[in-house]
C-alpha cells in the first residue's frame, strides 16, 4: 500500500470505533495536561515564594551582638554606628547599610494602654527593609541630624491610635514623649513580629533614640549585597569585620541565602514528585493503547489476512498500526496541552496581582514528545504482532 493509503485505513480504522479510540485518547489527554500543569504550577509556585522571601529585603545581611547568658554584658563588644559606617566605607560588595535599636514602651488610646515596640532607625532602613509608605513620607536626612521628635507609625497602629482619622501631622504620646507623626508604613511582606517590626511599632530617628538612651549601640545591623551571588562573600566579610573591631565579642551574621536554597530545593522536590504522578498516568494511557491495539488485532485478524493476501507487506501492515497508535496519543497530547494552558489563563483573573502564572514551554514540549514516545512504544506491540501473522491462519479466522 502506498504510503497516504495507508494514513487513510489507520484514520478509517479509529474513525470506526470513535467512543473507544476516544476513551483511549482521554488518557493521554490528563497524562499531557498533569506534565504541563505540574511544572507550570512548580514553577509558578517557586517563583513565589522566592518573591516572598526576598521581599523581607533583596540581597540581605543581618548581624547583631549575642550575649552569653552566663556572662555579664559587655559594652564594648555591642555594635555601634562606627561599625556600620566601616562596614560601608570597607567593604566593596555593600550597596546600602542600616541599624536599628529597639526597646518597648506603651500609648495609651482610648484610655487603654498598649505596649508598643519604639524603634530608632538609620536613614538606609526602608530600602533594605522594602517598607511601603502607606501615608506621609519616611525619615530624611533633615530628621536624623536635627534628632526630630518625628515618628512613623504602623498601619495597625494608626488605625488602633487615629480611627477614622489621617494620623500624619497629629501628634502621638509614647510613654513619656511626644512625637509627630509623619508616615504610616508597613513591611512589603510581614515578618509576624519576627523583626524589629512588631504589629505596633514606632519607628524614629537613630540619633532621637541615641540620645535618650545615652547609648550609640545597634541591636540590628544591616547590609545590602550589590547582587545576589555576592551575599555568602558579604556575610563572612561582616562578621570577619567585626570579630577584627571587636575581638572579645560573639556575632551572630546571617542572610536568606539559606532560606532560599530550602525553598528552591522544596519547590525542586515538589515538582519532581509531581512530575512522577504525570509520567505515571501516561504509562497507565500507554498501556490502555497497548491494551485497545491487541484487542483490534485480534478483532481484524482476517482483515489482515486479507491484506496480505492481496500484496500488503509486513512493514505496511505494522506503519498501519504504529500510525493508530501515533494518532491516539498524538491528537491526546495536543488536547492535554491545550486544556493546560487554557487552564492557567482562566484562572488568572481570579489570582492576587502578585501571583503570577507563567507557562513552562519546555514542559508543552516535553508532554508532547513523551506523550507520542509513549504511544509508539507500547503500539510498537500489537503492530509487531498483527504484521508477523500468517495470510492462511488469518484468512481461516472467525
Not at 171 to 186: E, Q
Not at 233 to 262: F, K, M
Not at 282 to 292: A, D, F, P, Q, R
Not at 332 to 355: D, K, T
Request: proline content about 4%.
Amino acid at each position: 500500500m502506498l504510503a497516504g493509503e495507508t494514513w487513510r485505513v489507520a484514520f478509517e480504522a479509529l474513525w470506526s470505533n470513535k467512543l473507544r479510540a476516544f476513551l483511549t485518547t482521554l488518557g493521554v489527554v490528563i497524562g499531557s495536561a498533569c506534565i504541563v500543569l505540574v511544572v507550570t504550577v512548580a514553577v509558578a509556585g517557586r517563583r513565589y515564594v522566592i518573591t516572598q522571601i526576598e521581599g523581607v529585603g533583596s540581597n540581605l545581611v543581618y548581624a547583631n551582638y549575642e550575649v552569653n547568658p552566663q556572662q555579664a554584658l559587655v559594652m564594648s563588644n555591642e555594635i555601634t554606628l562606627a561599625d556600620m559606617n566601616a562596614i560601608k566605607a570597607v567593604l566593596p560588595n555593600v550597596g546600602a547599610v542600616a541599624g536599628t535599636r529597639s526597646m518597648q514602651t506603651t500609648v495609651v488610646t482610648g484610655g487603654v494602654e498598649h505596649s508598643v515596640a519604639l524603634v530608632g532607625a538609620t536613614e538606609g532602613f526602608q530600602v533594605i527593609r522594602n517598607l511601603r509608605i502607606l501615608q506621609g513620607r519616611f525619615l530624611d536626612s533633615d530628621d536624623l541630624q536635627s534628632r526630630g521628635k518625628v515618628c512613623l507609625i504602623t498601619d495597625e497602629l494608626a488605625t488602633l491610635a487615629f480611627p477614622n482619622q489621617n494620623p500624619v501631622g497629629v501628634s502621638l504620646r509614647v510613654g513619656d514623649l511626644s512625637f509627630t507623626v509623619i508616615g504610616v508604613f508597613r513591611e512589603r511582606i510581614g515578618t509576624f513580629g519576627l523583626s524589629e517590626i512588631q504589629r505596633y511599632t514606632v519607628l524614629v530617628p537613630f540619633p532621637l533614640m541615641q540620645y535618650y538612651t545615652g547609648d550609640n549601640s545597634i541591636d540590628a545591623l544591616y547590609a545590602q549585597a550589590g547582587a545576589p551571588e555576592q551575599v555568602p562573600a558579604l556575610t563572612r566579610q561582616v562578621e570577619e569585620l567585626l570579630r577584627s573591631r571587636h575581638p572579645g565579642g560573639t556575632y551572630v551574621v546571617q542572610n536568606l541565602t539559606a532560606i532560599l536554597d530550602a525553598a528552591r530545593s522544596i519547590g525542586t522536590a515538589l515538582t519532581i514528585v509531581l512530575l512522577v504522578i504525570g509520567f505515571i498516568a501516561l504509562l497507565v494511557s500507554g498501556i490502555g493503547i497497548m491494551n485497545i491495539m491487541l484487542v483490534t488485532v485480534t478483532e481484524r485478524t482476517r482483515e489482515i489476512g486479507i491484506r496480505k493476501a492481496i500484496g500488503a507487506r509486513h512493514r505496511e501492515i505494522l506503519y498501519q498500526f504504529l500510525i493508530e497508535a501515533m494518532l491516539i496519543s498524538g491528537v491526546g497530547s495536543v488536547l492535554g496541552i491545550l486544556i493546560a494552558l487554557a487552564i492557567p489563563i482562566a484562572v488568572r483573573p481570579l489570582l492576587p496581582g502578585e501571583i503570577s502564572v507563567p507557562v513552562s514551554w519546555p514542559s508543552v514540549l516535553l508532554a508532547f514528545l513523551v506523550a507520542c514516545s509513549t504511544g509508539l512504544f507500547f503500539g510498537y506491540l500489537p503492530a509487531n504482532k498483527a504484521a508477523q501473522l500468517p495470510p492462511t491462519e488469518s484468512l481461516r479466522y472467525e
